[in-house]
């Protein structure tokens, strides 16, 4: 005769522990199961969006800009410039192969130091690879009195901002 027939052994609550083992595991495992899935379901809901930054810049006070300056921002990417004919902005990112160009004020142009191109301060190529000129971006007066340099727009050359 088996032990476990025997009224009062251990052996029948080892059975119930056993069975209440496997239930728990596979409750945790529907669990486990059902948070995945909810996990992939949000991601594959939720949109791909890159965030980028604002293509407006705001270069401040005009009188920031002395007469006659060219004045270089590595971090957005421009150059404004103040010159007689008014204010304008060049893209600092050189057309050949995106490298950022540098001001040389003891040459009066603008250079890139990756294959040597050469720029006048409006942005006409005189030496070197780059097949284009820098783009002139669109820069206006904000409500504030900022200038205000649209890094999207592109608009043709010598079109001045004159305060
Ligand atoms: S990246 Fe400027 S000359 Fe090549």
Known sequence: MA???KPGSAQPER???R???FARLGLSS??????GTLSFSYQYMS??????PS?????GSPEKYAMNSVTEDQVTGIYLIHLQEGFFSLSAICTHL???TAWRQDLGIIACPCHGSRFTRYGKKIAGPAPKPLPWYRTWLSDGGDIMVDR???IPPMQFLRI
């Not at 529907?30 to 948070?35: E, K, M, R, T």
């Open 98 to 100: 995106g490298c950022m």
């Open 19 to 21: 069975r209440a083992f």
């Open 47 to 52: 949109p791909n969006v890159l965030y980028e």
């Open 15 to 17: 059975k119930v522990d």
């Open 3 to 5: 032990e476990d027939s």
């Open 55 to 59: 293509p407006i810049v705001n270069a």
């Open 152 to 154: 999207a727009t592109v």
């Open 30 to 35: 529907l669990g486990l199961a059902a948070a």
